[in-house]
């Protein structure tokens, strides 16, 4: 299994390097801390890269994981599973949010088919790599069987293989899958021992009927499951192959050093699994966003990680992660970019 090897292979980041960008940043022409998160992510790329100051993250890549959630029988969601198609076409197309954010921010988008309830024809940007038509209804039965979930993490890890292969320095996970945020809001629920009432969210934005529906399956998962399962367990009982596609990005983006950016709830969720699986896995974590998503607040929290931007956003495809790319492409030009006090003949204190 290809994501054991890749939790063998993930070491922690270089804390000498980390240093140094620490000292670096007290010689630049400023006060000290005065740019604030900027800082800390840039002493957190010199020590992920092992290199001070430490190279661009650039080109980076947003890769979506597409898949359909049997829990959509239970009525969680207004919108039917074929939305989830017609999404993975409309990214293809480079018609979604996710396509304009990138664009804008200089990313390459790229889309896996990992579990979407119908064939989608092969088309430029499209990664078939389904492992099979949608989940089962994790409201009665578990969602995935093992099998499914760890080929489903070790798809994540081959695409991570493919896009860092092609130059990627940083990577951000990406979601879409009708009924997505009862597994992840079932999933963070577990991880952080949380009431479901305080962590689902509204999703698409859905009405106060349907969000206690919504609660009230998350609470039917939860009490299927005993207390103290595996972080595997967890994710096959309420999966989302998708969640475990992330999963599978998240390890082998660590493996090989380079950053993640996590989005919303459902990257947040897979994050979560990650951090049971190989605690050291979160070094390499920056929150690009803090999704209006209950879950989310709580998932960071768990994860100890400050978002970068809050801008009520609950969009999930990556966008929150996408936005946050300058910042954190930015805080290695500093670095990098910035005068220090003796270059620039400016008086330190």
């Known amino acids: 299994m290809e994501y054991i090897k890749a939790i063998k292979t993930i070491t922690a980041i270089d804390t000498e390097m980390a240093q140094q960008a620490e000292t670096l940043h007290l010689n630049l022409t400023k006060p000290p801390g005065s740019l604030g998160q900027l ?13 001070c100051p430490p190279p661009l993250p650039s080109p980076a890549t947003v890769v979506i994981f597409a898949a359909d959630h049997g829990v959509i029988v239970e009525g969680v969601s207004p919108w039917p599973n074929e939305v989830t198609a017609q999404m993975v076409e409309n990214f293809c197309h480079g018609g979604a949010a996710i396509n304009v954010i990138a664009r804008q921010v200089g990313a ?15 088309q430029e940007g499209l990664i078939d790599a389904k492992v099979s038509f949608g989940t089962k209804n994790l409201a009665v039965e578990p969602a995935m ?16 293989n493919l896009v860092i292969g092609k130059g990627s320095l940083c990577l951000m996970g990406g ?17 952080t021992n949380s009431d ?6 509204r999703g698409t934005g859905i009405s106060d009927e349907l969000w206690q529906k ?30 475990a596609g992330l999963v599978g990005l998240f390890l082998q983006s660590a493996a090989r050093k380079v950053p993640i950016i996590l989005d919303g709830v459902n990257t947040i969720a897979a994050a979560l699994v990650a951090q049971k699986l190989c605690p050291t896995v979160v070094e390499y974590f920056i929150a690009g966003h803090l ?36 910042l954190v492409q930015l805080s290695s030009r500093i670095l990098n970019e910035m005068a220090t006090f003796d270059s620039a003949g400016v008086s330190s204190i």
């Not at 390459?108 to 092969?122: L, Q």
């Not at 093992?146 to 081959?158: K, N, P, R, Y």
């Not at 479901?196 to 969210?201: A, D, K, L, N």
């Not at 609660?215 to 969640?243: C, D, F, S, T, W």
Request: hydrophobic share 45%; net charge negative; with cysteine.
């Open 291 to 326: 999704s209006s998503e209950p879950g989310a607040s709580r998932g960071l929290d768990q994860l100890g990680l400050k978002p970068l931007l809050n801008l009520e956003m609950r969009l999930g495809e990556g966008s929150g992660a996408c936005l946050a790319l300058p």
């Open 39 to 51: 800082e800390q992510v840039g002493i957190q790329l010199s020590a992920i890269f092992q290199k």
């Open 145 to 160: 069987d093992l099998s499914e979930t760890t080929q489903a993490i070790d798809v994540g890890i081959e695409v991570a």
């Open 108 to 122: 390459e988008v790229k889309v896996v088919d990992i579990g979407v309830a119908r064939r989608i024809e092969p």
């Open 214 to 243: 919504k609660v009230a399956i998350v609470q039917k998962a939860l009490n299927r499951l005993p207390q103290k399962l595996e972080a595997l367990e967890v994710l096959r009982e309420l999966g989302g192959l998708e969640i």
């Open 175 to 191: 979601d879409m899958g009708i009924a997505n945020t009862t597994s992840s809001a079932a999933i963070i629920s577990y991880l």
């Open 196 to 201: 479901p009432v305080e962590i689902t969210g």
